[in-house]
Protein backbone atom coordinates (compact mmCIF):
# COMPACT_ATOMS: atom_id res chain seq x y z
CA UNK A 1 0.00 0.00 0.00
CA UNK A 2 1.37 3.14 -0.78
CA UNK A 3 1.41 5.82 2.28
CA UNK A 4 -0.46 8.52 -0.06
CA UNK A 5 -3.31 7.44 -1.73
CA UNK A 6 -4.74 9.73 -5.45
CA UNK A 7 -7.36 8.74 -7.67
CA UNK A 8 -5.16 9.59 -10.94
CA UNK A 9 -8.65 10.05 -12.64
CA UNK A 10 -8.99 11.58 -15.56
CA UNK A 11 -11.27 14.18 -14.20
CA UNK A 12 -13.97 15.86 -16.73
CA UNK A 13 -16.22 19.20 -15.96
CA UNK A 14 -17.76 21.30 -17.49
CA UNK A 15 -17.01 25.03 -17.06
CA UNK A 16 -17.68 27.05 -13.85
CA UNK A 17 -18.35 23.78 -12.06
CA UNK A 18 -16.82 23.31 -8.50
CA UNK A 19 -14.21 20.51 -8.60
CA UNK A 20 -13.27 18.44 -5.50
CA UNK A 21 -10.34 16.83 -5.29
CA UNK A 22 -8.77 14.32 -2.78
CA UNK A 23 -6.07 12.88 -1.26
CA UNK A 24 -5.66 9.65 1.49
CA UNK A 25 -2.36 9.03 3.33
CA UNK A 26 -1.28 5.67 6.26
CA UNK A 27 1.56 7.84 7.81
CA UNK A 28 0.24 9.86 11.05
CA UNK A 29 3.54 11.62 11.21
CA UNK A 30 2.50 14.04 8.40
CA UNK A 31 2.21 17.61 9.34
CA UNK A 32 2.40 19.29 6.86
CA UNK A 33 0.33 18.99 3.46
CA UNK A 34 0.68 20.73 -0.13
CA UNK A 35 -1.59 20.97 -3.41
CA UNK A 36 0.82 21.00 -6.54
CA UNK A 37 -0.44 21.97 -9.87
CA UNK A 38 1.60 20.77 -12.81
CA UNK A 39 0.83 21.67 -16.32
CA UNK A 40 2.63 19.06 -19.58
CA UNK A 41 6.63 19.70 -19.64
CA UNK A 42 6.51 21.93 -16.84
CA UNK A 43 7.61 21.84 -12.70
CA UNK A 44 4.53 21.50 -10.43
CA UNK A 45 3.66 24.93 -9.00
CA UNK A 46 2.90 25.20 -5.31
CA UNK A 47 -1.09 25.82 -4.74
CA UNK A 48 -1.60 25.20 -1.44
CA UNK A 49 0.30 24.95 2.02
CA UNK A 50 -1.23 23.93 5.28
CA UNK A 51 0.03 22.99 8.55
CA UNK A 52 -1.97 19.91 10.83
CA UNK A 53 -5.79 19.98 10.44
CA UNK A 54 -7.99 23.08 9.23
CA UNK A 55 -9.15 24.92 6.25
CA UNK A 56 -6.89 27.60 4.32
CA UNK A 57 -8.70 29.45 1.45
CA UNK A 58 -6.62 31.32 -1.17
CA UNK A 59 -8.84 32.69 -4.47
CA UNK A 60 -10.82 30.18 -5.67
CA UNK A 61 -8.94 27.22 -4.29
CA UNK A 62 -9.34 25.66 -0.33
CA UNK A 63 -7.55 23.12 0.93
CA UNK A 64 -9.23 20.90 3.99
CA UNK A 65 -6.98 18.94 5.81
CA UNK A 66 -8.58 15.97 8.10
CA UNK A 67 -5.64 14.31 10.16
CA UNK A 68 -8.43 12.52 12.33
CA UNK A 69 -9.77 10.81 8.63
CA UNK A 70 -6.26 11.43 6.99
CA UNK A 71 -7.78 12.80 4.44
CA UNK A 72 -6.88 16.07 2.40
CA UNK A 73 -8.89 17.94 0.01
CA UNK A 74 -8.47 21.13 -2.84
CA UNK A 75 -11.31 22.29 -4.18
CA UNK A 76 -11.60 24.58 -7.59
CA UNK A 77 -14.48 26.93 -7.49
CA UNK A 78 -15.51 28.26 -10.53
CA UNK A 79 -13.50 26.17 -12.54
CA UNK A 80 -11.88 27.96 -15.89
CA UNK A 81 -10.32 25.65 -19.06
CA UNK A 82 -6.88 27.39 -17.75
CA UNK A 83 -7.09 25.32 -14.61
CA UNK A 84 -6.89 21.88 -16.79
CA UNK A 85 -3.78 20.43 -15.40
CA UNK A 86 -2.29 17.36 -13.54
CA UNK A 87 -2.99 17.97 -9.39
CA UNK A 88 -0.11 16.79 -6.86
CA UNK A 89 -0.86 15.88 -3.57
CA UNK A 90 1.94 16.15 -1.24
CA UNK A 91 2.72 15.29 2.32
CA UNK A 92 5.72 15.81 5.10
CA UNK A 93 6.96 14.89 8.11
CA UNK A 94 9.60 16.45 10.63
CA UNK A 95 10.30 13.01 12.43
CA UNK A 96 13.96 11.47 12.24
CA UNK A 97 14.73 10.91 8.77
CA UNK A 98 11.87 12.23 6.89
CA UNK A 99 12.51 16.49 7.30
CA UNK A 100 13.08 18.10 3.62
CA UNK A 101 11.05 15.01 2.11
CA UNK A 102 8.11 15.61 0.43
CA UNK A 103 5.85 12.24 -0.69
CA UNK A 104 3.04 12.59 -3.28
CA UNK A 105 0.24 11.10 -4.92
CA UNK A 106 0.07 9.60 -8.20
CA UNK A 107 -1.77 13.14 -9.43
CA UNK A 108 -4.86 13.98 -11.03
CA UNK A 109 -5.72 14.86 -14.48
CA UNK A 110 -8.47 17.53 -14.71
CA UNK A 111 -9.79 18.62 -17.63
CA UNK A 112 -12.22 21.88 -18.04
CA UNK A 113 -14.50 21.89 -20.85
CA UNK A 114 -15.38 25.43 -22.40
CA UNK B 1 11.84 37.06 -8.10
CA UNK B 2 13.95 34.72 -9.98
CA UNK B 3 12.44 31.24 -9.66
CA UNK B 4 13.97 27.72 -9.45
CA UNK B 5 16.47 27.19 -12.28
CA UNK B 6 17.48 23.75 -13.78
CA UNK B 7 20.03 23.16 -16.50
CA UNK B 8 20.31 21.82 -19.21
CA UNK B 9 16.60 21.11 -20.09
CA UNK B 10 16.85 18.42 -22.09
CA UNK B 11 19.75 15.59 -22.57
CA UNK B 12 19.97 12.64 -24.31
CA UNK B 13 22.78 10.57 -23.19
CA UNK B 14 24.14 7.04 -24.26
CA UNK B 15 23.44 3.94 -21.80
CA UNK B 16 26.81 3.50 -19.90
CA UNK B 17 27.63 7.44 -19.98
CA UNK B 18 27.13 9.91 -16.68
CA UNK B 19 25.37 13.27 -16.71
CA UNK B 20 25.58 15.97 -14.33
CA UNK B 21 22.25 18.25 -13.86
CA UNK B 22 22.65 22.14 -12.45
CA UNK B 23 20.11 23.35 -10.06
CA UNK B 24 20.21 27.16 -8.92
CA UNK B 25 17.73 27.87 -5.97
CA UNK B 26 15.93 30.69 -5.07
CA UNK B 27 18.19 33.20 -3.46
CA UNK B 28 17.59 32.60 0.40
CA UNK B 29 16.39 29.19 -0.18
CA UNK B 30 19.08 26.76 1.51
CA UNK B 31 17.17 23.49 1.11
CA UNK B 32 17.60 21.79 -2.10
CA UNK B 33 15.81 18.42 -2.95
CA UNK B 34 15.57 16.20 -5.97
CA UNK B 35 13.28 14.29 -7.33
CA UNK B 36 12.72 11.60 -10.55
CA UNK B 37 9.47 11.72 -11.99
CA UNK B 38 8.06 9.11 -14.34
CA UNK B 39 4.75 7.90 -15.73
CA UNK B 40 4.77 4.91 -14.17
CA UNK B 41 6.19 5.57 -10.59
CA UNK B 42 5.24 9.82 -10.07
CA UNK B 43 7.27 11.94 -8.41
CA UNK B 44 10.11 9.79 -6.27
CA UNK B 45 12.01 11.74 -3.50
CA UNK B 46 16.22 11.15 -4.54
CA UNK B 47 17.79 13.12 -1.63
CA UNK B 48 17.88 16.41 0.36
CA UNK B 49 20.40 18.84 0.70
CA UNK B 50 20.97 21.27 3.55
CA UNK B 51 24.08 23.78 4.07
CA UNK B 52 25.97 21.69 1.80
CA UNK B 53 24.83 18.17 3.82
CA UNK B 54 22.85 15.98 2.57
CA UNK B 55 20.15 15.18 5.10
CA UNK B 56 17.83 12.81 3.48
CA UNK B 57 17.98 10.38 1.00
CA UNK B 58 15.54 8.07 -1.08
CA UNK B 59 15.57 4.78 -1.84
CA UNK B 60 17.85 4.79 -5.04
CA UNK B 61 20.99 3.16 -6.12
CA UNK B 62 24.37 4.88 -5.33
CA UNK B 63 24.45 5.55 -9.21
CA UNK B 64 22.52 8.78 -8.03
CA UNK B 65 24.43 11.26 -5.96
CA UNK B 66 24.41 14.60 -5.34
CA UNK B 67 26.27 17.85 -3.71
CA UNK B 68 25.10 20.87 -2.84
CA UNK B 69 27.89 24.29 -2.76
CA UNK B 70 27.92 27.10 -0.12
CA UNK B 71 25.69 29.18 -2.42
CA UNK B 72 22.95 26.73 -2.15
CA UNK B 73 23.59 26.04 -5.86
CA UNK B 74 23.32 22.11 -6.30
CA UNK B 75 24.12 19.55 -8.87
CA UNK B 76 23.36 15.72 -9.02
CA UNK B 77 25.34 13.04 -10.73
CA UNK B 78 24.32 9.85 -12.31
CA UNK B 79 26.96 7.35 -13.06
CA UNK B 80 26.56 4.84 -15.53
CA UNK B 81 23.13 5.27 -17.05
CA UNK B 82 20.60 3.01 -17.72
CA UNK B 83 17.74 2.82 -20.14
CA UNK B 84 15.06 3.35 -16.74
CA UNK B 85 17.02 6.40 -15.81
CA UNK B 86 15.21 7.90 -18.67
CA UNK B 87 12.49 10.45 -16.52
CA UNK B 88 11.93 13.79 -16.02
CA UNK B 89 14.21 15.37 -12.84
CA UNK B 90 13.29 18.00 -11.28
CA UNK B 91 14.63 20.19 -7.97
CA UNK B 92 12.95 21.91 -6.19
CA UNK B 93 14.04 24.60 -3.17
CA UNK B 94 12.56 26.37 0.21
CA UNK B 95 13.67 28.43 2.86
CA UNK B 96 12.41 25.31 5.20
CA UNK B 97 12.55 21.70 5.44
CA UNK B 98 9.01 20.84 6.77
CA UNK B 99 7.50 21.49 3.40
CA UNK B 100 6.01 24.23 0.57
CA UNK B 101 9.45 23.60 -1.97
CA UNK B 102 9.32 25.40 -5.00
CA UNK B 103 9.76 23.20 -8.14
CA UNK B 104 12.07 24.31 -11.18
CA UNK B 105 10.82 23.08 -14.11
CA UNK B 106 12.88 19.86 -14.63
CA UNK B 107 15.57 18.42 -16.95
CA UNK B 108 14.00 16.07 -19.16
CA UNK B 109 16.93 13.20 -19.72
CA UNK B 110 16.38 10.38 -22.11
CA UNK B 111 19.07 7.46 -22.43
CA UNK B 112 19.16 5.22 -25.57
Known amino acids: QKEVEQDPGPLSVPEGAIVSLNCTYS??????FMWYRQYSRKGPELLMY????GNKEDGRFTAQVDKSSKYISLFIRDSQPSDSATYLCAMSSVSSGNTGKLIFGQGTTLQVKP | KAGVTQTPRYLIKTRGQQVTLSCSPISGHRSVSWYQQTPGQGLQFLFE???????NKGNFPGRFSGRQFSNSRSEMNVSTLELGDSALYLC???????????FGSGTRLTVV
Open chain 2, 49 to 55: YFSETQR
Open chain 1, 50 to 53: TYSS
Open chain 1, 27 to 32: NSAFQY
Open chain 2, 92 to 102: ASSPVREGGYT
